[in-house]
């Protein structure tokens, strides 16, 4: 048996060996370079555009929604709006709320009614007033309660107690502001 001549080998294989030589120096440059670059762009991966393209889509919602609201913004009527300001206060101003009351009392005062006590506390975007106040019978009392439902602020009752023997009346009532 003949012994294969390495040289011979070489030259008669040359371009096989060449091609495998090819094939494995794409192989390991697929596996060590291009792969995990590419695992980067796969659906979750950190380079995942995905996420992004569904935030873009949210903003463009909220971008159109938005502008909806300003076209019907600037399509309100300024008359309205000074109404609307006139109900509900910007502030949650104890002052002028407890002038506001004190203007309905003397609305009232021809029927002989008077504020007891007044006590108040500030809660997130209102104003809860306590009162006690003292007239002479019912009929005092709905007129005082008249008074308060054609008051230009917007006042809700939010309780009501009241002892007929002693012509007095517990209260409370809600003041919506915007702070």
Known sequence: ???????????????????????????????????????????????????????????????????????RVNDLDLVRLEKIDQLISAKCDILDLLKTIDMITKMTERYNFSIDRIGYRIEPGEVVVDLVIGGQNYTTFKNFLREIESSVRLIDLKSLSFSFSRGVYGLQLVVYCLE
Not at 47 to 56: K, S, V
């Open 1 to 71: 048996m003949s012994k294969l001549n390495p040289v011979i080998f070489f030259v008669k294989y040359f371009w096989y060996i060449v091609f495998v030589l090819v094939v494995v120096l794409i192989l390991i440059s697929y596996l060590g370079f291009a792969k995990p670059k590419l695992d980067l762009l796969k659906s979750g991966g950190p380079l995942d555009d995905g996420p992004y393209l569904e935030i873009i889509k949210q903003q463009e919602s909220y971008l159109k929604n938005l502008s909806f609201l300003v076209n």
